[in-house]
């Protein structure tokens, strides 16, 4: 058989540089300018989202405070023993804690036996009013007994020249009126014709009693049982004449359960104005992006314009 000829077609060059590549460091920079687009877009995102911080203040404006007197029974019987240590005591702790709990308004203090004296009058100071009810005693400055209209006229006589929009008497007595030349219906009179809320709470358990009768060489009382007696139809009658409540505390968690019932029902207007302090945060990420834009806009038309 006949070999055919094969024929192979042969380039030959002096060098392969050419083919190489030319390792320049701007050409492995280049994809660095879609980088900046990218953190461009991703700032332009988050300025649309108005980042910000929020400054909020409050301002407390009160706006119908309460003129509140409280007329506590300071006769004898309330050493009685039936609440611990004893009435007085006990009243003492409760009506503390009351004003207490009544930061926004005014409140004065009367005493009465079978007379009244103002011994603290309305007032916004706190302190004086604390050291006031602190200062209770059973003495001999009123001649002991129960005028339950003397303690009731001595409370609206501090209350009847008042501005204020909402009056109230809290008025607590441990027994049946029996001295003072004011009755309390006619005390409870004058006080609905000034608009004064009356709130009664008669104090004492129901039955018996240790009651103080005597007092001893040494100064000490004498104690012996005796029974309760509360007129609370007079304490009722008060209470309805004047739009209040009449209450009847027969211990000491019963006694701070009505001065919390007053408390929640006589309340001051508290208008809270809040104030919003924004400070906005998405004009850095805006500048920053004008930026990177730039950047890349210029750096595409000038150093890598040759490159493809």
């Given amino acids: 058989m006949r070999k055919k000829n094969h024929q192979t077609a042969t380039l030959k060059i002096s060098s392969l540089e050419g083919f190489k590549g030319t390792g320049s460091y701007l050409t492995k920079l280049k994809p660095m300018l879609n980088v900046f687009r990218v953190l461009a877009l991703c700032s332009l995102i988050i300025a649309m989202a108005r980042p910000r911080t929020v400054d909020v203040s409050n301002k407390t404006k ?79 400055v009123l001649q002991d007994g129960t005028g339950i209209g003397m303690g009731l006229a001595t409370a609206v006589n501090r209350l009847k020249d008042s501005k204020a929009k909402s009056k109230v008497i809290i008025l607590l007595t441990d027994g049946v009126n029996n001295s003072g030349f004011i009755e309390p219906e006619t005390a409870s009179d004058i006080a609905k014709q000034y ?8 104090i004492g358990t129901n039955g018996m009693a240790m009651f103080p009768y005597a ?4 100064g000490k009382f004498l104690f ?32 701070a359960e009505i001065y919390a019932s007053i408390n929640k029902l006589e309340t001051t207007e508290i208008e809270e ?17 004008g930026f990177l834009l730039l950047a890349e806009i210029g750096l595409r038309n000038t150093v890598f314009r040759s490159f493809i």
């Avoid at 012996?224 to 211990?251: C, H, P, W």
């Avoid at 400070?279 to 920053?288: C, G, L, N, Q, S």
């Fill in 273 to 289: 104005l809040k104030f919003y302090d924004y400070d906005e945060k998405f004009r850095p990420f805006i500048w920053f992006a």
């Fill in 195 to 202: 608009g004064i809320k009356v709130y009664t709470v008669g």
């Fill in 62 to 140: 009160t706006t119908k405070g309460i003129d509140i007197v409280m007329a506590i029974d300071v006769s004898g019987s309330m050493l009685a023993k039936d609440l611990k240590p004893n009435r007085m005591e006990a009243l003492k702790r409760v009506a503390a804690d009351f004003v207490e709990e009544r930061p926004n308004d005014r409140i004065g203090l009367v005493v009465y036996a079978s007379e009244a004296y103002t011994k603290t009058p309305v007032t916004s100071d706190k302190a004086v009013i604390l050291d006031a009810i602190r200062s209770i005693k059973y003495d001999n």
């Fill in 224 to 255: 012996q049982m005796m029974k309760v007696e509360i007129d609370e139809q007079l304490m009722k009658n008060i209470a309805r004449k004047t739009d209040g409540k009449y209450f009847r505390a027969t211990s000491n968690s019963k006694l």
């Fill in 215 to 218: 007092i001893a060489p040494n």
